[in-house]
């Protein structure tokens, strides 16, 4: 078992970074590795016990099911989802703050191996904070072309 966490300041909006987790397309866009993923319960994303399903893929070759059930949702504050990939099984989640330079967001993760995947337990510690970096990194990318592309200043000579 591994728990992580990380945090990164985004120069958004509280609300609008919130609405863009609140989105199973949006997770599609800044998960590592994620060839795709849908919601696979009817409803909305963002509410308890919605569900989705993913799919990994590592280098081309190897692709890997990932499930995902929303365990925890609180408006413009937190989203958190239980989910199984493969043989380990995971908690992981969003907790916001508002800052006076946009948002913080703390990224955390649980990791649980069973069966075979015990052997990794030594190395779950680090694939976490890798997963976590990536995450982080490529969240706040997504969020500045959603900046960008939606900003009132876009076009003006300022």
């Given at each position: 078992m591994a728990y992580i966490e990380s945090s990164v300041l985004v120069h958004q909006p509280l609300e609008d970074v919130f609405a863009f987790l609140n989105s199973a397309e949006s997770h599609a866009r800044f998960i590592p590795n994620m060839a795709e993923l849908r919601q696979t319960s009817p409803g909305a994303f963002g509410?308890?016990?919605?569900?989705?399903?993913?799919?990994?893929?590592?280098?081309?070759?190897?692709?890997?099911?990932?499930?995902y059930e929303i365990i925890e949702h609180e408006l413009n504050r937190q989203l958190a989802m239980k989910g199984q990939m493969g043989l380990v099984l995971f908690k992981d989640g969003?907790?916001?703050?508002?800052?006076?330079?946009?948002?913080?967001?703390?990224?955390w993760l649980d990791l649980i191996p069973t069966g075979w995947t015990k052997l990794f337990s030594p190395f779950m510690g680090l694939i976490g904070k890798i997963h976590a970096f990536e995450t982080l990194r490529n969240l706040k990318r997504e969020l500045a072309k959603t900046e960008i592309a939606s900003s009132p200043l876009r076009g003006s000579s300022q």
């Open positions: 509410i308890i016990g919605a569900t989705a399903q993913g799919l990994l893929s590592y280098f081309g070759l190897m692709k890997i099911r990932v499930r969003y907790v916001l703050e508002k800052n006076e330079n946009g948002t913080e967001i703390q990224f």
